[in-house]
């Protein structure tokens, strides 16, 4: 594809995305579920109020807001950096709707660039790219959480946009892709701890990188001279990765994002907060998280979300019958849920051949003949998709819908790649029958 075309639809895709996301940001009028935690909590940001970094304070009775539908409290359980970002735009702009909701929109614009930037990086192909960009562009569960004033698009731009950053280093050997993902990690655990689960992605994608290509090293040592040896992959010539390596990279991985979560709560000082205090303020939100045992009709297993089911509820109007929920559309449902299932077994079961130059048997026998830096890519979407996912499993506290977000870029990118490889397949073996 020309690369001016691919650029015209890239930024026709950008403009979609962008009416999508701001058009009438201002309705509705009222808080959208916990929308009235973090603007109140931003308020007190922008007024300089310690009690911002505060886990003691009861719900304030004494504001009357025509926004609210309850008394706001403090939003004291997750970092701060979302709520930086809504209390900017509201210094800007003033304490009204879209206000509140301008910074998540345009993290859900910067989103729908991240996901065409993962897409590109992982399979270097323009049509998985502009598709990526369009399913993410128009899905229902991005756009509605893209105008909510809330933590978790952040977490989505921010663990998307790390993936894609730590691809770009380890597949196409971009120097600076590593710190990169560092920082965006960081900035993703500020947002919220569940946004630190990528960290945990990139510690293991590092870790099993190191011991592929130190198998690769001792494979050639010892079978080189034997006629039967394997031949040994290209991207076992292509990096010795020797142990000092993967210690500075995992030092990359851990030490950036710690000092990134550390630098969003430096403003926390200026309020009149000591160190002991920020200490203490994460040992209450971690009592929090692991002993709260409170029913909320809204919450869901995350087994549930692979099934789409119970939605989050933001918004009913008995009048007019609109609704608002997070959940994702059918497409992502069950294209997403099976092209993730496809790319499982094709990890497990691929012979890991090269793309044959010669003509093939058929074209079904290509589709599922994957490439060795095809399934480097699929193995870093699935670990990191069962990263930010498996671990919901086991948290005890009410999880609800909205905690499935960042795995949805994953699923669309996956989506994108199995629906445009048929095709692709069927034009170039068509090519290949009128040569012949």
């Known amino acids: 594809m020309n690369k001016w075309i691919f650029l015209l639809l890239a930024a026709f895709l950008f403009l979609i995305a962008s009416l999508l996301r701001f058009s009438n940001l201002n309705q509705p009028t009222q808080y959208l579920f916990d929308e009235d935690l973090y603007v ?21 009775t004494t504001m009357d807001s025509p926004y609210q539908y309850r008394s706001p409290a403090v939003e004291w359980l997750h970092p701060p950096l979302s709520k930086y970002a809504i209390a900017s735009s509201m210094v800007i702009f003033g304490d009204q709707p879209w206000a509140w909701r301008l910074p998540s929109a345009l993290a859900g614009v910067g989103l729908v660039l991240a996901i065409g930037w993962l897409a590109e990086t992982l399979f270097d192909k323009k049509s998985i790219t ?47 892709g590593l710190p990169l993902a560092g920082i965006l990690a960081g900035l993703a655990m500020s947002s919220k701890w569940s946004g630190g689960l990528i960290i945990l992605a990139l510690v293991v994608l ?122 994702t559309s059918p497409i992502i449902f069950w294209g997403g849920t099976m092209a993730l299932l496809l790319s499982v077994i094709i990890i497990i079961f ?32 699935l670990v990191a998709f069962f990263a930010l996912w498996l671990p919901w499993l ?34 170039s073996y068509k090519s290949a029958e009128k040569k012949l």
């Open 350 to 381: 691929s012979n890991q051949q090269s793309t044959v130059k010669s003509r093939p048997q058929s074209m079904f026998s290509r589709l599922f003949a994957i490439s060795n830096q095809e399934k480097q890519s699929f193995f870093t979407l």
């Open 206 to 327: 590092l870790i099993i990188d190191y011991l592929r290509k130190q198998n690769c090293r001792l494979s050639k040592k010892s079978g080189d001279n034997s006629r039967h040896a394997k031949p040994v992959s290209v991207s076992c010539h292509r990096s010795l990765f020797p142990i000092k390596k993967l210690i500075i990279s995992l030092s990359t991985v851990i030490f950036i994002p710690t000092l990134v979560y550390i630098i969003a709560f430096l403003p926390s000082f200026s309020f009149g907060h000591t160190t002991a205090h920020i200490i203490e303020l994460h040992r209450q939100a971690w009592l929090y998280h692991a002993t709260n045992r409170s029913f909320h009709p809204n919450s869901s297993p995350a087994y549930l979300w692979l099934l789409n089911q119970k939605p989050v509820w933001y918004y009913f109007n008995e009048e007019t019958g609109k609704s608002i929920k997070a959940q």
């Open 394 to 427: 086991f948290v005890s506290r009410p999880t609800f819908y909205y905690h499935f977000l960042p795995c949805v870029p994953i699923l669309i990118t996956l989506l994108t790649y199995w629906a445009v490889r048929p095709i692709n397949l069927w034009l």
């Open 40 to 60: 109140y909590t931003a308020s007190l940001i922008r007024q300089g109020n310690k009690q911002a970094f505060e886990w003691w304070h009861p719900p304030d």
């Open 130 to 176: 502009l598709l990526a960009m369009l399913i993410a562009s128009i899905e229902s569960f991005l756009v509605v959480q893209s105008r909510l004033a809330s933590a978790d698009i952040f977490v989505a731009l921010f663990t998307t946009a790390t993936l894609a950053s730590f691809a770009q280093w380890q597949l196409r050997g971009w120097r600076w």
